[in-house]
């Protein structure tokens, strides 16, 4: 007798359901096995301390590693990825720093993205509401353009653009270009700021606090915070209606 998987009408199959299945499994390990301690910052500073003498033998292979950590993270959508961000620029400076925050960045929310597709597909679109229906409409009107807005302008958190937009069935391509594409501004100033932390400490070890903020590398990290934090001012102004509606929607 053949085994049927599949829901009710109008359901999904038990099959679709696995990808989304290991992510909660995942997720719920994390947290039951205590994981979340490396976050502390006791606990982080000695981590790090051990990892920075692997980077030293090996910088690519520490990337690469950093990189897979990073977006297993995101994929199982733990809400650190800005310590995650600021640490990878600390540990491998601005270059290879914004590679590794970029890219695992942007593969886990592939991930998770992909997972939440197989498993809902747009079912979800015919029944939303809230910030969700709001997303929604942006999608319909040009996935491409709105996906690259929602990442540049974080209105909402990260790992909740990654799930609506798999819920409500967006393009691979378009979700993976403007999230390449809209991360990268942010990814860069935020891996800066970590950057800038190690080279402060650096100076403060050699000059004495008066001259770390003397520093381009310290000091034009935090400017482009200060910049970051005027997008969604000067979207409100000068953007198109779309644009200017993101930047006035929150979270319901």
């Not at 920075?52 to 994929?75: D, K, P, T």
């Not at 029944?127 to 997303?135: E, L, V, Y």
């Not at 390449?180 to 935020?190: A, E, T």
Request: aromatic share 12%; charged share 15%.
């Amino acid at each position: 007798m053949a085994e049927h998987n599949e829901g009710p009408k109008g359901g999904v199959s038990l099959a679709k359901l696995a990808p989304i299945g290991v992510i909660v499994v995942a997720l719920a390990a994390f947290f039951g096995l205590g994981l979340q301690r490396y976050f502390d910052w006791p606990v982080l500073k000695e981590t790090v301390a051990g990892f920075q003498a692997q980077i030293e033998n090996n910088i690519l292979l520490s990337v690469l590693v950093y990189l897979g950590i990073y977006a297993a993270l995101v994929a199982i959508s733990f809400p650190g990825a800005t310590i995650l961000t600021i640490l990878s620029g600390f540990l491998f400076g601005q270059w290879w720093g914004t590679l590794a925050a970029w890219l695992g960045a942007s593969l886990g929310a592939t991930a998770i993205f992909l997972a939440v597709k197989t498993a809902f597909g747009d079912a979800i679109s015919r029944r939303a509401s809230g910030f969700i229906a709001r997303m929604e409409k942006g999608f319909r009107e040009d996935e491409l353009s709105y996906m690259f807005l929602l990442r540049v302008v974080p209105v909402f958190p990260f790992f909740a653009v990654n799930i609506a937009a798999g819920a409500l069935g967006v393009k691979l391509r378009n979700f993976a270009l403007g999230t390449l594409v809209g991360i990268l501004p942010g990814s860069f100033v935020y891996v800066s700021i970590g950057n800038a932390i190690r080279q402060g400490s650096a100076t403060l070890d050699d000059a004495g606090i008066g001259a770390v903020f003397s520093e381009p590398a310290v000091f034009l990290p935090f400017v482009g915070l200060a910049l970051l934090g005027l997008i969604p001012i000067l979207i409100k102004r000068f953007g198109g209606k779309k644009a200017r509606t993101l930047t006035e929607s929150e979270p319901s």
